[in-house]
């Protein structure tokens, strides 16, 4: 089933919700500060069939388990460790995410989509 | 040793030069690296920067280790590129950038002089800030750039390598004070910048084997991390 939105709590009130896109865009604004990523890619085109919204190169989904999964396409400066440049992305996104939204990231698939020559 | 030539003497003692001055850069990290840990809030606060920047310049070590000195520009690129896939963190992987530029600008020979030092510390600065979509300040990116802006304002005064370095030092160490306001991660926690107090820890240690002195007065810097956060 197909959500734009994620509850976050349940009030006798009503409930609380936050959209995918807003997750989206929380996730991009911390990629853009992580150290090595020049850009966003083109979008992650894996298991697009469960992506709830895909904002440039964030993808987000609910996870099975009742927090999100997120599925990060950047590009990365040319000449660093890849494997180490993914590493600090996947901490500082879901990091930022779990901070401003209390949602527990439960996975986070990192795709490189291109090197580039950041001089 | 196939390849000695005229310079291999120079190039024997450089070498052991860089070295001395990295091994100096890599005790003072192990002296500072828990009080460098206790200062991580930013980007994650999960205390592992004074670690990612001893494992970044151990690797440093090891890679001059097994550095021959053969072809100078090779030789400054192999380098710079093993370090650039062995650099562990954010931080460590900035200052492995730090490095690059600046040995990919040093002088090919004679002493380093002031303008030379500037365009070290300028091309430093431009890699550190290349590798990133949006810079943020109040972090190392800062203090490496206030380095490089003092570096180029103080390099047609005649001064000595040592007093030169001690100068753009301490202007780094005004500029890490002011990490604390500029970054709000920084500012909540009341702490300056992790990635930055492990630059000029790196920093001073090499100006005072330039300047001869042993590498255990406590610097200004140092004062700094002394007061580690509560957590």
Request: charged share 25%; with cysteine.
């Amino acid at each position: 089933m197909l959500v734009d939105a994620i509850q976050l709590q349940e009030t006798p009130l009503g409930h609380l919700l936050v959209s995918s896109r807003a997750i989206a865009q929380i996730a991009e604004r911390s990629l853009d500060e992580c150290y090595g990523v020049v850009g966003l890619g083109r979008g992650a085109r894996i298991r697009r069939a469960f992506a709830l919204r895909r904002r440039h190169g964030v993808e987000v989904r609910s996870s099975e388990q009742g927090g999100i999964e997120l599925a990060l396409s950047i590009v990365i400066a040319y000449g660093l460790n890849l494997a180490e440049v993914a590493a600090t992305v996947r901490s500082r996104v879901s990091y930022e995410v779990e901070r401003v939204t209390g949602l527990e990231v439960s996975h986070v698939e990192v795709r490189i989509d291109d090197v580039r020559r950041g001089d | 040793m196939s390849g000695a030539g005229i310079d291999s003497n120079a190039a024997v003692a450089e070498l052991a030069l860089v070295r001395r001055l990295a091994l100096a850069a890599l005790e003072a990290l192990e002296r500072e690296r828990q009080r460098i840990d206790g200062l991580n809030v930013y980007p994650v606060p999960d205390g592992d920067t004074g670690m990612n920047l001893v494992l970044t310049v151990r690797a440093l070590v090891e890679e001059l280790d097994a550095t021959r000195p053969t072809e100078q520009a090779n030789l400054r690129r192999d380098f710079a590129r093993a370090l650039l896939m062995r650099a562990r963190g954010t931080s460590g992987v900035i200052l492995s950038q730090i490095v690059r530029g600046a040995v990919e600008a040093a002088p090919v020979s004679g002493p380093l002089g002031g303008r030379a030092l500037a365009v070290m510390l300028e091309r430093s600065r431009d890699a550190a800030y290349s590798a990133v979509a949006k810079p943020v300040e109040g972090t190392i990116l800062t203090v490496i750039r206030e380095l490089a802006d003092e570096a180029r304002a103080l390099r047609r005064k005649a001064l000595p390598l040592d007093r030169r370095l001690h100068a753009i030092v301490v202007r780094g160490e005004e500029a890490l004070e002011r990490t604390r306001e500029q970054n709000p991660a920084l500012a909540e926690a009341g702490v300056v910048d992790a990635g930055a107090v492990g630059l000029l820890v790196c920093l001073r240690a090499i100006a005072q084997v330039i300047s001869g002195a042993p590498a255990v007065v406590p610097a200004p810097a140092l004062r700094l991390v002394s007061s580690p956060p509560e957590r």
